[in-house]
């Protein structure tokens, strides 16, 4: 994820107690960093994948930190959810499911499957924001394979009026079914 370090997101916050949105959680090696990095951080995890979900409940068990079982999209309900494997993994690639059909992701990483699909809750990040009374967003940190266009449209209020920082990772190349690019 390039060299934006959680000790350069603290310098950047200027505070040891931020509300920290995780958006693509996995197994929460990213939310022990916020955890060890700040003190008082609220940090609010979302996650959609049963198997990355797990992970994160056996390495994550601090109250600071509060996981969300959901995909936070355009629509709330449910949605399709392709679940990556393969990868040499003993339990199976996961850091590459997404709610996006992948279609370039299958030509550049041959050894990645896309075998499963299930049904995922999904939520629009305005209405979560409005309903856990989130008065306002220190730094949303978002890894969603390719559903970036989907997380800013179902959280436009939120992103507009009540985020300071938005980071996101992304591919320049279409590895998802219309995933955006940075054109």
């Given amino acids: ?13 200027r505070k040891d107690n931020p509300i920290v ?3 693509g959680a996995n197994s929460g090696i990213d939310s022990m960093e916020f955890l060890d990095e700040f003190r008082n951080i609220k940090l609010f995890c979302f996650e959609p994948d049963p ?11 601090d109250k600071r930190c509060r996981l969300f079982r959901v995909a936070l999209s355009d ?9 990556s494997g393969g990868g040499g993994m003993k339990e199976g ?4 499911s997404s709610i996006k059909k992948p279609t370039g992701h299958l030509k ?5 499957t896309f075998d499963k699909k299930i049904s995922v809750k999904t939520k629009k990040l305005d209405d979560w924001v409005e309903e856990n009374n989130i008065g306002k967003i220190d730094f949303i940190w978002a890894d969603v394979q390719g559903a ?3 997380l800013i449209k179902g959280g436009m209020q939120a992103l507009n009026d009540k985020t300071k920082y938005f980071y996101t990772e992304f591919s320049d190349e279409e590895l998802y079914e219309g995933q955006p690019t940075l054109k």
Avoid at 75 to 83: L, P, Q, R, V
Avoid at 108 to 112: A, F, L
């Fill in 75 to 83: 629509k709330n309900g449910e949605i399709d959810f392709y679940m």
């Fill in 21 to 23: 949105l995780e958006i």
């Fill in 108 to 112: 550049i990483n041959k050894d990645i």
């Fill in 1 to 13: 994820v390039g060299s934006l370090t959680k000790k350069k997101i603290r310098g950047l916050l």
């Fill in 148 to 150: 970036e266009r989907e």
């Fill in 51 to 61: 198997r990355a979900i797990k992970k994160f409940e056996r390495r994550v068990k």
């Fill in 93 to 96: 690639w996961d850091l590459s």
